[in-house]
């Protein structure tokens, strides 16, 4: 499975901006595609989640309310719309994806096999 992100960009506090990841390969079975993000001097952490089979969606604390993980099944692309953005926002974001992922892991770092090229987003105060 490869992994092509896009979308991103620079978006004033309040504003709203919107990513994508199109994957290639297999997405049956178990597959999930979820987005973590860094920031500088920070650990990658978990943001969102969704699982193909189903559509079930998983957020952080920080993304709850704010952000919606969609996926487009034909397409094999997930999209991340992130509303209400803040500076704490600002870091570059990262899609993966894992074609036997465990429910209870799906915020886990090490339960996805494949990720893509990180997208910037920053978020101007």
């Known amino acids: 499975v490869q992994l092509q992100a896009s979308g991103g960009g620079l978006v004033q506090a309040g504003g709203s901006l919107s990513v994508s990841c199109a994957a290639s390969g297999r997405t049956d079975g178990s597959y999930a595609m979820g987005w973590f993000r860094q920031a500088p001097g920070k650990e990658r952490e978990f943001v969102a989640a969704?699982?193909?089979?189903?559509?079930?969606?998983h957020y952080s604390d920080s993304a709850k309310g704010r952000f919606a993980i969609s996926r487009d099944s034909a397409k094999k692309t997930v999209y991340l719309q992130m509303n209400n953005l803040g500076p704490e926002d600002t870091a570059v974001y990262y899609c993966?994806?894992?074609?036997?992922?465990?429910?209870?892991?799906?915020?886990?770092?090490?339960?996805?096999?494949?990720w893509g090229q990180g997208t910037q987003v920053t978020v101007s105060s």
């Open positions: 993966a994806a894992d074609n036997a992922m465990i429910l209870s892991s799906i915020s886990l770092r090490p339960a996805y096999k494949y």
């Open positions: 969704i699982r193909w089979r189903g559509g079930s969606t």
